[in-house]
């Protein structure tokens, strides 16, 4: 449903010029996202000084002020830790609130008296992807869209055709370059440090190709369950939670032609270079798996089929990556919490040492993403002695930094600036649901497994013939 007619719908408009926005609307600024991760961003912000503008929160609840005022206070004691009170008091007196219903047109015109004359804000969707519509013709038709960028929030549709469908109702009231299309997990340092890694340093690129690069693998684990989340995980699962935007992300990342120029277009424009060259996966390149006790979850249907670990085979085809598999696996109730890339390497054409043979022992590049992050290159390296006899060692190259930036703070100070290197752009949503789109419309049942393990023993045959998968360490600060 789309709201009441409020005044006569404005075109789209491109922004004249690359000023910051002049206030942050949030909508749904009264969910558990807004509490968890949006609010103790704000914070961040402002302790940084990268927020000076007024932040109306707008949600379906009839609060006042103060109601809405003791929650943001409450989220970010609870989420910050030590905090200064003047930066506190700071952000809570730059705060308004409009409670309303998205499809009516009373609250786009309380909205728009909030802003109070301000011309270029930031329209943050924090809410469900069914009230898209509606919020976006609510702000085009109460002219709250001109000028203005807006920021959505993942999942951005659940197939091909909804990723079309929502793609299509934001062009009709925002150009392309005003649309944000937000997924925290780009704005981790360890991502962006892959981009950096790559093409900041010369040694990578003559090896970075199918001559060199035997296989690629993935791996997100989660050691946890689904938790309190069980309704909204069984409507997405594993593929589309995790697997079609955060891994298809890093794999573009890994994967992309050298960009030009420096700027975020030129990224952009290569990544989709790389979805397009995906090649669509077929049943016989996935494993579907769930955890046993998931069905017992609060939410989650009793014969529900929904996959909670997800493993695939892809294929990249172009000149680069030609012949080169890709190994990707995510999952709930695995052994530990992390992400990592592995980067195997061909052994050399001629082995020299008897034990330098072993496919299980060629040169690796590790790059461990979270719950900590590090850069690692695995190199074997003769023991002391007369044998010409040695061992493969690690030579760590990075750890994580104590100044890391919040990924939805370092993103929201991103899009307010309306600097969009970090968000994924129309054709590469679109393109990357078309590699998945196969799997999502002719899908094999899910193989239960038991928690604590990694998952369906057929996620092993499906990497056998390239060395298997490397489990990721525990560590002492899994998140």
Not at 235 to 250: E, K, M, T
Not at 413 to 429: K, P, S, Y
């Amino acid at each position: 449903m789309f709201p009441m007619e409020c005044t006569e719908m404005q075109p789209v408009i491109t922004p004249a010029n690359r000023l910051p926005s002049d206030a942050l609307v949030v909508f749904g600024a009264t969910g558990d996202l807004a509490h968890k991760k949006i609010f103790p961003a704000l914070y961040a912000m402002s302790e940084r000084g990268d927020l000076h503008v007024p932040v109306v929160g707008v949600a379906l609840q009839p609060w006042d002020i103060e109601q809405f005022r003791t929650m943001v206070r409450e989220s970010v004691l609870r989420e910050c830790g030590d905090i200064d009170r003047q930066v506190l008091d700071r952000l809570l007196a730059s705060l308004a609130y409009v409670g309303g219903d998205y499809a009516e047109a009373s609250t786009y015109q309380a909205l728009r008296a909030a802003l109070r004359g301000a011309q270029r804000p930031s329209h943050y969707l924090a809410i469900p992807p069914v009230f898209f519509p509606a919020v976006i013709h609510g702000l085009g038709s109460c002219g709250l869209a001109e000028g203005a960028r807006v920021i959505v929030e993942k999942p951005f549709g659940r197939d091909l055709n909804s990723a079309h469908t929502l793609n299509r109702i934001a062009s009709e009231f925002f150009a392309e370059d005003a649309i944000f299309r937000i997924d925290h997990f780009l704005g981790k340092e360890a991502i962006m440090n892959i981009l950096y890694f790559r093409f900041a340093n010369s040694f990578l690129e003559p090896v970075w190709n199918s001559n060199h690069i035997a296989s690629v693998q993935i791996t997100l684990a989660e050691r946890t369950g689904v938790g309190g989340r069980g309704a909204f995980y069984n409507s997405v699962g594993c593929l589309r939670d995790v697997v079609q935007n955060h891994l298809l992300q890093i794999v573009a990342l890994l994967a992309m032609e050298p960009p030009a120029t420096r700027g975020f277009e030129a990224v952009h424009r290569h990544k989709a270079d790389v979805f397009d060259t995906m090649r669509p996966l077929s049943p016989s390149d996935v494993v579907r798996g769930q955890y046993r006790g998931y069905r017992d979850e609060a939410g989650v249907a009793p014969d529900s089929d929904v996959e909670t670990y997800f493993a695939l085979r892809l294929h990249i085809d172009s000149w680069r990556w030609g012949g080169v598999p890709w190994y990707l696996r995510s999952g709930k109730c695995l052994p530990v919490t992390a992400c990592e890339v592995l980067v195997r390497f061909k052994s050399p054409p001629q082995n020299l040492f008897e034990d330098a043979s072993l496919g299980e022992d060629a040169n690796y590049l590790r790059l461990r993403l979270s719950p900590h992050s590090s850069i690692a290159l695995a190199a074997r390296v003769k023991r002391p002695g007369r044998a010409f006899a040695g061992e493969q060692r690690e030579f760590r190259l990075q750890e994580q930094s104590p100044e890391e930036y919040a990924p939805y703070a370092l993103l929201l100070t991103d899009a307010m600036n309306g600097d969009g290197a970090l968000f994924a752009r129309e054709n590469a949503i679109e393109a990357a649901w078309g590699v998945v789109e196969p799997v999502l419309v002719d899908q094999r049942a899910s193989t239960v497994y038991e928690p604590g393990t990694w998952g369906p023993p057929a996620a092993n045959h499906l990497i056998a013939g390239d060395g298997g998968w490397r489990d990721p360490e525990p560590t002492c600060n899994e998140d």
